[in-house]
Each structure stands twice: as structure tokens, then as C-alpha cells.
T-cell receptor, first 112, second 118 residues
Framework: AQSVSQHNHHVILSEAASLELGCNYS??????LFWYVQYPGQHLQLLLK??????LVKGIKGFEAEFIKSKFSFNLRKPSVQWSDTAEYFC??????????FGSGTKLNVKP | DAGVIQSPRHEVTEMGQEVTLRCKPI?????LFWYRQTMMRGLELLIY????????DSGMPEDRFSAKMPNASFSTLKIQPSEPRDSAVYFC????????????????FGPGTRLTVL
């Protein structure tokens, strides 16, 4: 069955630390990959997406993600986090342009 | 564009009562999705529509849940009768046509309805 896994459920970092959140998906043909962010009390917003081309994708607010096909991964990175990055981050995948599968989410807590 | 609009933003009701959640998708979007978010189960897809037609309702937890989309600009999710375990945040999302189940385009989420069933 198709699935998306986010292994880090809760991450705590100090400001200026580097961030990497893992996202792995099951094999399922052509994939489109997304990272969404949900700030406290708010709705999900798109951070970045990958459809094709350069596997290193730049998103908003200094985030980037790298698609590694051989590892079925799409990890989210940011070189230096800020307190305002405190939020929950969701990886999402569509397989063969079909419906979205969301990961379980990673809560990021950035200490000022 | 106002984005996806949901109402009410908060709903508190008693067990056994009927609850109706409302959603207005972004104009021109062909797909509409209803999700439920809880601490225990994360974000779950309940049902989605394409051009007002329900396509996949396999995520609807049980017969107490029903969803309709009478036109391109309005959808409802109804719970009757409601139970305390239905307490969650319910999100509506919409997207443009693309691929199957809108799987080619990003989904735009509404602000959610926080439902509490006492």
C-alpha cells in the first residue's frame, strides 16, 4: 500500500540551529512531493513542491527540500531556524497523479 | 482571492446533536477535499469531490458522516448524531484540475472548524 512516513514526531531546536526533517514514501510510480506547514492555530500552507526537474527545490522562508529517488526520500532542510518557524510540518505525496497521502506530521519547537 | 472559506470556525455541541460544517472552495477549483485532524490519527482524508461529484468516500468513518456538494461553490459535511470521539479540527481544501484526484496540483486549505462534542 502507498504510504508516507515522517519519522521525527517532535523536534526541539535552538534558534540558528540547522534543521532537517525526514520524509520517506513507499514505491508507487510517478510521485509529486509537497511540504506543508501549519503554524499554531492556523491552516496548512504550502512550503514547497516537487514535480520534476532539479531535485533540489527551494521554497518560501528559506526552506528547501531534496528529492532522492533512490532513497524514496524528500527531506526538508533549513540552514538556520528562527523562533517563528515553530510549527507542524507535513510531507505529502501523490502517486501517479492520484490522491494525496499526508505524513503524520513533525512538530518543530524552536527555542528563542 | 479570499481563499477557502469555512464556517463555523468553532463549534461546541452536545452528544447526539446534528453538526453541519460548511466550505466554500476557491473559485475555479475543480476538486474539494474534506480532512479531519486529531492528535491521535493526524490528518485523515474523509472524502473528495471532483466537479461536485463525490469520488472517494472511503475515509468517511461511518454512516453518521455525510457530505454534499450541491454546486461548485459550496459543500457541507454533516455528522448526525455527533459523538465525543468526533471532536477534531475539520479542514476543507480545494485544488485545480490535474491528474487523477487532483494529484498534480497543490491543495489550498481553509482555516478549519474546531469541533468539540461534549
Amino acid at each position: 500500500a502507498q504510504s508516507v512516513s515522517q519519522h521525527n514526531h517532535h523536534v526541539i531546536l535552538s534558534e540558528a540551529a540547522s534543521l532537517e526533517l525526514g520524509c520517506n514514501y513507499s514505491y508507487g510510480g510517478t510521485v509529486n512531493l509537497f511540504w506543508y506547514v501549519q503554524y499554531p492555530g492556523q491552516h496548512l500552507q504550502l512550503l514547497l513542491k516537487y514535480f520534476s526537474g532539479d531535485p533540489l527545490v527551494k521554497g518560501i522562508k528559506g526552506f528547501e527540500a531534496e528529492f532522492i529517488k533512490s532513497k524514496f526520500s524528500f527531506n526538508l532542510r533549513k540552514p538556520s531556524v528562527q523562533w517563528s518557524d515553530t510549527a507542524e510540518y507535513f510531507c505529502a505525496v501523490t502517486f501517479n497523479f492520484n490522491k494525496f497521502y499526508f505524513g503524520s506530521g513533525t512538530k518543530l519547537n524552536v527555542k528563542p | 482571492d479570499a481563499g477557502v472559506i469555512q464556517s463555523p470556525r468553532h463549534e461546541v455541541t452536545e452528544m447526539g446533536q446534528e453538526v453541519t460544517l460548511r466550505c466554500k472552495p476557491i473559485s475555479g477549483h475543480d476538486y474539494l477535499f474534506w480532512y479531519r485532524q486529531t492528535m491521535m490519527r493526524g490528518l485523515e482524508l474523509l472524502i473528495y469531490f471532483n466537479n461536485n461529484v463525490p469520488i472517494d468516500d472511503s475515509g468517511m468513518p461511518e454512516d453518521r458522516f455525510s457530505a454534499k456538494m450541491p454546486n461548485a461553490s459550496f459543500s457541507t459535511l454533516k455528522i448526525q448524531p455527533s459523538e465525543p470521539r468526533d471532536s477534531a479540527v475539520y479542514f476543507c481544501a480545494s485544488s485545480l484540475e490535474g491528474g487523477l484526484a487532483g494529484g498534480y496540483n497543490e491543495q489550498f486549505f481553509g482555516p478549519g472548524t474546531r469541533l468539540t462534542v461534549l
